[in-house]
C-alpha cells in the first residue's frame, strides 16, 4: 500500500498550522483525530470553522471499549500515576495504533517551544519504529506564534486561549497528565463544577495528581490563592511569514 501522511489533530492552535503547512506539501494527507468526548464545545466549534478554512474534513477514531475519559476512569479505577493516564493510552493511543499502517508518516502539532521540543523528542524514541515530524518545529514557530496564525487565518482561537491554558484539550474533566497547581487553580477557576467533580473522583480513588514543594497532594488541598497563570499573548516573528508564505 502507499504510505499515507496522518495529521494527527488536536483541535488546536498548534494543530491547524501543522495542517496547513503538511497538506501544502500533500494536498492528499489525511486529518485524524481521536475522540475522548471530553472536548469544550468551542473546540468543536474551531474544529468546523478550521476544516472549512482548509478546505478539509477529519476522520475520527474511537475507542472500541470505552465511552469516554470518565468511562475509562470509572473501569481502570485509576486516573494517573507513574505508568501515565489511561485515558490517554486507551482512548488516543489504541485507536492511533489500530488505523496506522507501516510506512505512515505522522504530523503531529509540537510547536518550537523548548517544553514541546522535549515532548517530541520522547515521542521519538518511545516510538522509535514511526516516521514522525512536527512542522512547526522545522519552521520554528512557537506556541505564540501558532496562535497568532490561527488569527492572521481569519479564524477565531478556541477560548481556552484567552483563559491562559496553553492547550486546548481536555476541559471537561481537566488533563490529569498535569501535575503543576497553576494548571489545576486555573482550571478552578473557570470551570469549578468541572474541577468539583474530578476533584471528588480523585479523592475517592486515592489520586494525588499535583505537586506542591515536591510533594504528591490531591487538588482540592491547592489554596484558594493560588496564583493563576496569564494568557499566552499571540506574537508573530519573520519564521510566521516565511511559513505562511509556503503555506498558501
Given at each position: 500500500?502507499?504510505?499515507?501522511?496522518?495529521?494527527?489533530?488536536?483541535?488546536?492552535?498548534?494543530?491547524?498550522?501543522?495542517?496547513?503547512?503538511?497538506?501544502?506539501?500533500?494536498?492528499?494527507?489525511?486529518?485524524?483525530?481521536?475522540?475522548?468526548?471530553?472536548?469544550?464545545?468551542?473546540?468543536?466549534?474551531?474544529?468546523?470553522?478550521?476544516?472549512?478554512?482548509?478546505?478539509?474534513?477529519?476522520?475520527?477514531?474511537?475507542?472500541?471499549?470505552?465511552?469516554?475519559?470518565?468511562?475509562?476512569?470509572?473501569?481502570?479505577?485509576?486516573?494517573?500515576g507513574i505508568n501515565g493516564a489511561p485515558c490517554t493510552s486507551e482512548m488516543k493511543v489504541a485507536p492511533r495504533l489500530a488505523f496506522q499502517r507501516p510506512g505512515d508518516?505522522?504530523?503531529?502539532?509540537?510547536?518550537?517551544?523548548?517544553?514541546?521540543?522535549?515532548?517530541?523528542?520522547?515521542?521519538?524514541?518511545?516510538?522509535?519504529?514511526?516516521?514522525?515530524?512536527?512542522?512547526?518545529?522545522?519552521?520554528?514557530?512557537?506556541?505564540?506564534?501558532?496562535?497568532?496564525?490561527?488569527?492572521?487565518?481569519?479564524?477565531?482561537?478556541?477560548?481556552?486561549?484567552?483563559?491562559?491554558?496553553?492547550?486546548?484539550?481536555?476541559?471537561?474533566?481537566?488533563?490529569?497528565?498535569?501535575?503543576?497547581?497553576?494548571?489545576?487553580?486555573?482550571?478552578?477557576?473557570?470551570?469549578?463544577?468541572?474541577?468539583?467533580?474530578?476533584?471528588?473522583?480523585?479523592?475517592?480513588?486515592?489520586?494525588?495528581l499535583t505537586r506542591i514543594n515536591g510533594e504528591r497532594r490531591f487538588i482540592d488541598e491547592i489554596p484558594e490563592d493560588w496564583p493563576v497563570r496569564k494568557p499566552i499573548?499571540?506574537?508573530?516573528?519573520?519564521?510566521?511569514?516565511?511559513?505562511?508564505?509556503?503555506?498558501?
Amino acid at each position: 500500500m502507499t504510505p499515507r501522511t496522518l495529521i494527527w489533530w488536536s483541535t488546536g492552535a498548534a494543530s491547524f498550522v501543522a495542517a496547513q503547512l503538511a497538506l501544502r506539501e500533500n494536498p492528499e494527507a489525511i486529518i485524524v483525530r481521536c475522540e475522548t468526548n471530553n472536548e469544550d464545545p468551542d473546540n468543536y466549534r474551531f474544529e468546523a470553522d478550521a476544516m472549512r478554512r482548509l478546505n478539509a474534513s477529519v476522520t475520527l477514531l474511537k475507542s472500541g471499549e470505552y465511552e469516554s475519559v470518565w468511562d475509562v476512569w470509572q473501569k481502570r479505577r485509576y486516573m494517573s500515576g507513574i505508568n501515565g493516564a489511561p485515558c490517554t493510552s486507551e482512548m488516543k493511543v489504541a485507536p492511533r495504533l489500530a488505523f496506522q499502517r507501516p510506512g505512515d508518516v505522522h504530523v503531529f502539532g509540537y510547536t518550537a517551544d523548548r517544553e514541546d521540543v522535549e515532548r517530541f523528542e520522547r515521542l521519538k524514541s518511545t516510538y522509535f519504529e514511526l516516521i514522525v515530524r512536527a512542522p512547526l518545529i522545522e519552521h520554528g514557530i512557537t506556541k505564540a506564534a501558532s496562535l497568532a496564525m490561527v488569527e492572521r487565518a481569519g479564524l477565531k482561537l478556541p477560548r481556552s486561549y484567552a483563559m491562559g491554558f496553553p492547550n486546548a484539550n481536555c476541559l471537561q474533566t481537566g488533563c490529569v497528565k498535569a501535575t503543576s497547581p497553576d494548571y489545576w487553580a486555573l482550571y478552578r477557576k473557570h470551570f469549578p463544577e468541572n474541577f468539583a467533580r474530578t476533584a471528588a473522583y480523585a479523592r475517592e480513588i486515592g489520586a494525588r495528581l499535583t505537586r506542591i514543594n515536591g510533594e504528591r497532594r490531591f487538588i482540592d488541598e491547592i489554596p484558594e490563592d493560588w496564583p493563576v497563570r496569564k494568557p499566552i499573548v499571540p506574537a508573530c516573528d519573520f519564521l510566521c511569514a516565511i511559513a505562511e508564505m509556503e503555506s498558501v
